[in-house]
């Protein structure tokens, strides 16, 4: 199993990113997956998730500035992350929550930095 993260980068306050996590040997559509991240410093922290049923969800401080979503043709989850903030600077990591909510499979992380 491989989760592959992309799309992170150098951006100013107030612009977009899309992160991409490409996921072999596991499907999206019938997993659980999420969205972590770890800023300089800082524990990692949750930041979004979406269920095999479709159902999402975001900590308070990201909320109605990222969405997650998936792509099932492409065996795929994003999170479009708009409206980003200095404080969003971290190393973004995707992975799959199991039916026990541990976690057993992550990315490598894809680096995102806001300036401001």
């Known amino acids: 199993v491989q989760l592959v993260e992309s799309g992170g980068g150098l951006v100013q306050a107030g612009g977009s990113l899309r992160l991409s996590c490409s996921v072999s040997?596991?499907?999206?559509?019938?997993?659980?997956m999420d969205w972590y991240r770890q800023a300089p410093g800082m524990q990692q922290e949750l930041v979004a998730g979406?269920?095999?049923?479709?159902?999402?969800w975001y900590t308070d401080s990201v909320r109605g500035r990222f969405t997650i979503s998936r792509d099932f043709a492409k065996n795929t989850v994003y999170l479009q992350m708009n409206s980003l903030k200095p404080e969003d600077t971290a190393v973004y990591y995707c992975?799959?929550?199991?039916?026990?909510?541990?976690?057993?499979?992550w990315g490598q992380g894809t680096s995102v930095s806001v300036s401001s």
């Open positions: 040997e596991l499907i999206v559509a019938v997993n659980d």
């Open positions: 979406i269920a095999r049923g479709g159902s999402t």
């Open positions: 992975a799959r929550r199991t039916s026990w909510g541990m976690y057993d499979y």
